[in-house]
């Protein structure tokens, strides 16, 4: 199991305060809603809780089975949706997700491509390249990727942006699955239909 800490998360950009005095825990199961207008900082939060990013200040703290991760460990053990994040498009999702497992040296079966496709509903394109893909089917690609390997935490930043009515079941499914089995999400959205899934929002203003 996972919790998460946030304790006075302060970032700037070119002398912009983007992050202010950010601070919230989360715990197995929470639904984490990071909400606020475009340009207010959801971005770069979810990018610092994603260790990808450091703060100008303050601290991450993320204890995972009794040992606290550092900033390498939390990428490596987080799923991360986000619109700025790129695709390998010249693979088919079957071998995205492939890929994916090799990178983090997890293993991988056929099987379990299969069913985190069907999932998302893209079974019947395993082998297409994702260049021909809809924005929409790219982004269930990229949930794809965030559940594969059953992350501890969740990272969804607009994951609902370019999916139909269909593809956001498909999120919303995903989000209530990774609450049954314990984990963490951390959803940055400024849609109302997003927000409800929370189980406690967080406001950012610029």
Request: hydrophobic share 40%; charged share 20%; glycine share 8%.
């Amino acid at each position: 199991m996972m919790t998460l800490e946030l304790s006075s998360i302060a970032k700037t950009y070119n002398g912009r305060r983007v992050l202010h005095d950010v601070s919230f825990s989360a715990s197995p199961g929470d639904v984490v809603g990071i909400l606020g207008a475009n340009g207010s900082g959801k971005s770069t939060l979810v990018k610092v809780i994603a260790g990808v990013i450091r703060a100008d200040s303050g601290t991450v703290t993320c204890i995972h089975d009794g040992r606290e991760l550092d900033a390498q460990a939390r990428r490596a053990s987080c799923g991360f949706v986000a619109p700025y994040l790129a695709l390998y498009e010249e693979f088919t999702p079957h071998e995205h997700l492939q890929l994916h497992a090799n990178l983090h040296g997890a293993p991988c079966t056929p099987e379990h491509i299969a069913a985190t496709l069907a999932l998302v509903q893209i079974d019947h394109r395993a082998h297409d390249r994702i260049h021909t893909f809809s924005s929409g089917m790219k982004q269930r690609v990229a949930l794809a990727c965030a559940v594969f390997l059953t992350p501890p935490l969740l990272l969804l930043d607009e994951p609902g942006s370019t999916l139909d009515a269909a593809g956001r079941d498909v999120c919303e499914a995903i989000v209530r699955d990774q609450t049954r089995r314990g984990g963490i999400t951390i959803l940055a959205t400024n849609d109302d239909r997003e927000a409800h899934l929370c189980s406690r929002t967080y406001r950012i203003t610029s």
